[in-house]
């Protein structure tokens, strides 16, 4: 039987591998300032998430095998979670400069925490490096090295692409709806979340068991997109119409001018007089025009469109998991469990 990881499990790993990046720094010689700065910078922005991602390593992998994991295949999954980690630490400690953000997980962002500012640039570059260390110091020998690092370049390479791209469309400080669409929406989903959030841990597992094959990375990606692109979709909806208790935040995506689901379904049935609402009152930093759009989103019934949607995309992707060629090593579980894991969730 396939047996899913706990926070705990997951989370002794990592002092191991923190040991290790030290080390290396060590070997160049690293002022012992600096390499306390280096140790700090991994503790705080590389722990404290829900490690969703870097835990979908080793469960993925126990259900390709449909057994618990050897105490080593644990460790190689669990490793390779947490260069998932170390990639979302340096795409999180970069965003929140790039956004301006506030806060991170219930504390101050990196760049604002004492004496840290602008020198947290640095240590979002040397986030993303520690994850070439680890690949470098547990998987030289794999047989799927290279396949390794050059799905860790693509997947970086597809949420800067998407990240370029979500700058671009929707600065906070220019309201543009005509700068919106469906189809640029659809890529940002794609490439800044779908990419390195769900297709990456299933590819690392199936790299980790040299079952890669092109069929399997394939069906793998076919179905794994649109999980990641309906899970943005929800969280999107959960933004305006969850609750704050539920989500554990207070939604801001209509005073950020976010190029978000709920305003392109806006903008594609909205009658000449409500676009002219929603041009006066998206994307304003006034809790008073924020109010002006979620009525309109209640007078355009965008929780049933939200609702009908749901259910047809989940209806979809189940369609296709029960296609799934199971004959070298896939299992059609893997995506079972990404899906219970979102489907109707309220946070």
């Known amino acids: 039987m396939a047996k899913k990881t706990t926070i705990q499990e997951f989370e002794s790993v990592f002092p191991k ?6 080390e290396h720094a060590q070997s160049y010689k690293l002022p012992a300032q600096a390499l306390e700065w280096y140790k700090k910078s991994l503790e705080v922005n590389a722990i404290g998430g829900k490690c969703n991602r870097g835990m ?14 050897t105490e080593d295949e644990y460790f190689k999954a669990a490793t390779l979670g947490w260069m998932t ?8 400690v970069s965003d929140d400069i790039m956004d301006g953000s506030i806060t991170r997980r219930g504390k101050p962002c990196w760049y604002r925490q004492d ?6 640039i640095n240590d979002a570059f040397m986030l993303e490096a520690a994850i070439y260390t680890l690949l ?8 799927r090295y290279v396949d390794f690092l050059e799905l860790f370049h693509e997947v970086t390479y597809q949420t800067e692409i998407g990240q370029l791209c979500d700058l671009l469309t929707a600065p906070e400080d220019v309201v543009d709806l005509n700068n919106f669409s469906m189809e640029k929406y659809r890529f940002i989903v794609i490439y800044k979340t779908a990419y390195y959030s769900f297709y990456l841990p299933v590819a690392l597992a199936l ?8 069929e399997n990375l394939k069906q793998a990606e076919d179905i794994l997109i649109p999980l990641g692109e309906y899970f943005q979709v929800q969280d999107d909806y959960l933004d305006n119409f969850g609750l704050p ?5 207070i939604g801001t995506d209509i005073m950020d001018n976010k190029c978000s689901w709920l305003v392109n379904q806006a903008l594609a049935i909205v009658t000449p007089e409500q676009r002219a609402v929603l041009e006066e009152n998206y994307g304003r930093k006034d809790k008073d025009k924020e109010a002006v759009i979620k009525k309109l989103y209640d007078e355009l019934n965008l929780e049933q469109r939200y609702k009908d949607y749901e259910e047809k995309v989940v209806g979809d992707i189940r369609g296709m998991i029960a296609q799934i060629d199971e004959a070298h090593g896939l299992k059609r579980g893997v995506f079972e469990a990404f899906l219970a894991k ?6």
């Open 136 to 143: 470098k110091k547990f998987f030289r020998d794999h047989p």
């Open 342 to 347: 979102i489907y109707k969730r309220s946070k």
């Open 56 to 69: 979908s390593v080793p469960d993925s992998a126990s259900l390709l095998l449909g057994r618990a994991l």
């Open 85 to 92: 980690e170390l990639l979302q630490a340096f795409f999180l």
């Open 245 to 249: 208790e539920h989500i554990g935040k």
């Open 17 to 22: 591998l923190e040991e290790v990046l030290v």
């Open 207 to 214: 790299y980790m068991l040299d079952i890669a094959t092109p």
């Open 115 to 120: 004496g840290v500012g602008m020198i947290a």
